[in-house]
């Protein structure tokens, strides 16, 4: 049986690679032995993260500091890694708006689109290309379990998680007779610092929040086993109970919900 280093080396890429899941998610790949590509805005976190994980893993890395929101971004993460054959692609750089759809600035939710969705196909296309071509490697899309249901007052970003959730599905079916696992990872609240400050009191809602460590290491452990992987019980449930609930239902109950828990200026 190959290693995951075997499978999805020499180097993989993590965008959102300094904070967050995507921090985790490097962590996890690091610990396996794999050089990575750090991808995320600021230079300076990108450094001392790389030189982190270098001192720890004794694995090499390299940083590339990108505004996925823009096309110069996107084309800088191409271009910079064009010398590097990357065998497993992390999409975990992510954007969130909250608040009344119609009062939302529009630029803000555009930006919501560039990155989760614009971003994530554009960057999984690029990589998903050289894979094929040699036969071997791995995808792990990250999506939201705002994916698999209507979240009124997220409602941008619940669709375009629910994009990558079915867009992770159907590449999932395509690249697999090619030699290529693709994993969605579909969390639930997670403790990082895109939840911490957004106006939303979580402890008003049933959710419970996860750490990133185990929400990446249930990511990195799907990875050619699971399509798609939920981390957390409670959180494996409400995906099935949206799955066999009307959506009727679910956009009027989980307005319900999210209307006690979020800043009530931003209603």
Same mark, same amino acid.
């Given at each position: 049986?190959?290693?995951?280093?075997?499978?999805?080396?020499?180097?993989? @890429?993590?965008?959102? #690679?300094?904070?967050?899941?995507?921090?985790?998610?490097?962590?996890?790949?690091?610990?396996?032995?794999?050089?990575?590509?750090?991808?995320?805005?600021?230079?300076?976190?990108?450094?001392?993260?790389?030189?982190?994980?270098?001192?720890?893993?004794?694995?090499?890395?390299?940083?590339?500091?990108?505004?996925?929101?823009?096309?110069?971004?996107?084309?800088?993460?191409?271009?910079?890694?064009?010398?590097?054959?990357?065998?497993? @692609?992390?999409?975990?750089?992510?954007?969130?708006?909250?608040?009344?759809?119609?009062?939302?600035?529009?630029?803000?939710?555009?930006?919501?689109?560039?990155?989760?969705?614009?971003?994530?196909?554009?960057?999984?296309?690029?990589?998903?290309?050289?894979?094929?071509?040699?036969?071997?490697?791995?995808?792990?899309?990250?999506?939201? @379990?705002?994916?698999?249901?209507?979240? &009124?007052?997220?409602?941008?970003?619940?669709?375009?998680?629910?994009?990558?959730?079915?867009?992770? #599905?159907?590449?999932?079916?395509?690249?697999? &007779?090619?030699?290529?696992?693709?994993?969605?990872?579909?969390?639930?609240?997670?403790?990082?610092?895109?939840?911490?400050?957004?106006?939303?009191?979580?402890?008003?809602? &049933?959710?419970?929040?996860?750490?990133?460590?185990?929400?990446?290491?249930?990511?990195?452990?799907?990875?050619?086993?699971?399509?798609?992987?939920?981390?957390?019980?409670?959180?494996?449930?409400?995906?099935?109970?949206?799955?066999?609930?009307?959506?009727?239902?679910?956009?009027?109950?989980?307005?319900?919900?999210?209307?006690? #828990?979020?800043? &009530?200026?931003?209603?």
């Amino acid at each position: 049986m190959k290693s995951f280093k075997e499978k999805y080396g020499p180097w993989a @890429l993590v965008t959102g #690679a300094t904070s967050g899941i995507g921090e985790a998610i490097s962590n996890e790949i690091a610990s396996r032995g794999v050089n990575i590509v750090l991808v995320a805005r600021k230079t300076d976190e990108l450094e001392l993260k790389a030189a982190a994980l270098k001192t720890k893993y004794q694995i090499d890395t390299q940083i590339v500091s990108a505004d996925l929101s823009t096309e110069e971004g996107i084309d800088k993460v191409k271009t910079s890694t064009k010398e590097l054959p990357i065998g497993l @692609l992390t999409v975990a750089a992510g954007l969130e708006v909250n608040g009344a759809f119609e009062k939302n600035d529009i630029q803000k939710e555009l930006k919501v689109v560039q990155i989760n969705i614009n971003a994530t196909l554009q960057l999984t296309h690029h990589f998903a290309e050289k894979m094929v071509s040699v036969g071997k490697g791995g995808i792990i899309l990250v999506a939201s @379990l705002s994916g698999h249901m209507p979240n &009124p007052y997220f409602a941008n970003y619940a669709g375009t998680k629910a994009y990558v959730l079915n867009f992770g #599905a159907s590449l999932y079916g395509e690249l697999k &007779p090619k030699g290529v696992d693709v994993t969605v990872l579909s969390p639930g609240l997670t403790n990082t610092p895109m939840t911490k400050d957004n106006g939303v009191d979580w402890s008003k809602t &049933p959710m419970q929040a996860m750490s990133p460590e185990k929400v990446a290491q249930t990511a990195v452990n799907a990875l050619g086993i699971k399509l798609i992987a939920i981390p957390g019980t409670k959180n494996k449930i409400m995906a099935a109970m949206a799955k066999h609930s009307p959506l009727k239902m679910q956009a009027e109950m989980n307005e319900k919900m999210m209307k006690k #828990a979020i800043s &009530p200026n931003k209603i």
